[in-house]
């Protein structure tokens, strides 16, 4: 009995049911091979089973086999149960985006008696069925919320404009329909340092386009300091979509005092409303700016890193 692959291109459109089912035949062909192999060891164990001839006879005369032991491989019975956890590794790989991996308890046991493996094949979420034994699909509307995507821009910015303008640091990109649904999450990260010169007030915004949508002034040392590092976070929840989407907008930015031993400054946004409208079908620009209170040159405001999961 031999297995042969049957891989369907991830462009395929039944991509989803047809990884399913090949990861069906590869449990049925390890359980084909197990009751073979146990067949086999059963007539193994037989045939060298010595035979005895009656006590009346001087010496016992044993009738071996045909074929030489010396060609008996592994006579031990199959173990179908690890088998089955390298191809639940295998689906793992071959199925992007786990969401939930199998207790610890259940490594090694054939996925399709495992009811808390959820999975993810494009947008369609799964659950295994104990009772059919078949991967059922769940609608994604009723689907807790699992990370579908993330961007990361690690390129390094940093302002110092002599102005008290709002300056550009990092920029996000969504494409369009990204975050057009009711309830989706975005977690916004980042972090970078600053420099003050006599203590500005200093101002981070979060815009989508040239729209602030969230607004944090954090109290800061008040005297001339160098690299202070901050750390930005924000959680964006659609609360209506469409041409007319918004969100309710949350987050707070922390910067350290410059001070071994002191605290830093936090402040928490104050938003009682969702912003305002933006077009979520289309693409949305999302960006971090700062600003100080007092131009100088010696005020500069540095970002590391920009993430966004959602």
């Not at 990884?19 to 390890?30: P, V």
């Not at 390298?86 to 610890?104: F, K, M, V």
């Not at 202070?228 to 209506?240: C, E, H, I, K, V």
């Amino acid at each position: 009995m031999t297995y042969i692959p049957q891989i369907p291109s991830q462009n395929d459109p039944q991509f989803s049911r047809k990884i399913g089912d090949e990861f069906r035949r590869i449990f049925q062909y390890f359980y084909e091979l197990n009751n073979q192999v146990k067949n086999h060891d059963e007539q193994i164990q037989q045939a060298i089973q010595p035979v005895i001839q009656p006590q009346s006879q001087a010496l016992p005369i044993s009738i071996q086999p045909s074929y030489s032991p010396s060609s008996i491989i592994d006579p031990q019975p199959f173990n179908v149960q690890s088998k089955l956890g390298i191809a639940a590794q295998a689906q793992i790989a071959g199925i992007p985006s786990y969401s939930a991996l199998p207790a610890t308890s259940q490594i090694g046991v054939d996925p399709l008696l495992q009811d808390t493996a959820m999975f993810r094949v494009g947008d369609q979420l799964y659950v295994v069925d104990q009772t059919t034994r078949t991967f059922v699909v769940i609608a994604v509307s009723a689907s807790p919320q699992i990370i579908r995507a993330r961007q990361t821009n690690i390129t390094a910015v940093s302002v110092n404009a002599n102005s008290t303008a709002d300056q550009d640091l990092m920029s996000l990109t969504f494409a369009a329909g990204d975050l057009n649904t009711l309830t989706k999450l975005c977690h916004l990260y980042a972090f970078g340092t600053l420099d003050e010169d006599s203590g500005p007030t200093i101002v981070f915004k979060l815009k989508i386009g040239s729209t602030a949508i969230i607004t944090l002034t954090p109290n800061t040392p008040g005297t001339t300091k160098t690299g202070l590092g901050w750390g930005f976070q924000a959680l964006l929840t659609t609360s209506a979509i469409g041409a007319s989407g918004n969100f309710e907008a949350h987050g707070w930015v922390g910067v350290n005092s410059g001070t071994a031993g002191s605290i830093g400054a936090n402040q928490f946004d104050a938003n009682t409303a969702v912003t305002g409208n933006f077009d979520l079908t289309g693409s949305l620009a999302v960006k971090l700016t700062i600003g100080f209170s007092s131009g100088s040159v010696a005020n500069v405001g540095r970002q590391r890193v920009f993430v966004a999961e959602y």
